[in-house]
């Protein structure tokens, strides 16, 4: 994923991750990746590069009973 300055933000002693909303079910079928930055993400603070990995996920239960279609 490409490193812009979008997403990933300092502000004061916290990191803010930003990325798209993209439902796809993960490769076990038991829960819904809703966020992920797919693989080691990196951006640059303070002249070091700090590296990201990230997923935010629901269960499949709980996402095929909320009624959402992906």
Do not use: C, L
């Not at 951006?43 to 629901?58: E, L, M, P, Q, R």
């Amino acid at each position: 994923m490409a490193n812009t300055n979008k997403q990933f933000e300092i502000k004061g002693n916290e990191i803010i991750v930003r990325y798209p909303i993209a439902p796809v079910k993960s490769g076990t079928g038991k829960s819904m990746t809703i966020a992920s930055s797919r693989g080691k993400d990196t951006f640059t603070h303070d002249g070091k590069t700090v590296s990201v990995n990230f997923n935010a996920y629901v269960s499949i239960g709980e996402w095929e009973d909320s009624g959402i279609k992906s």
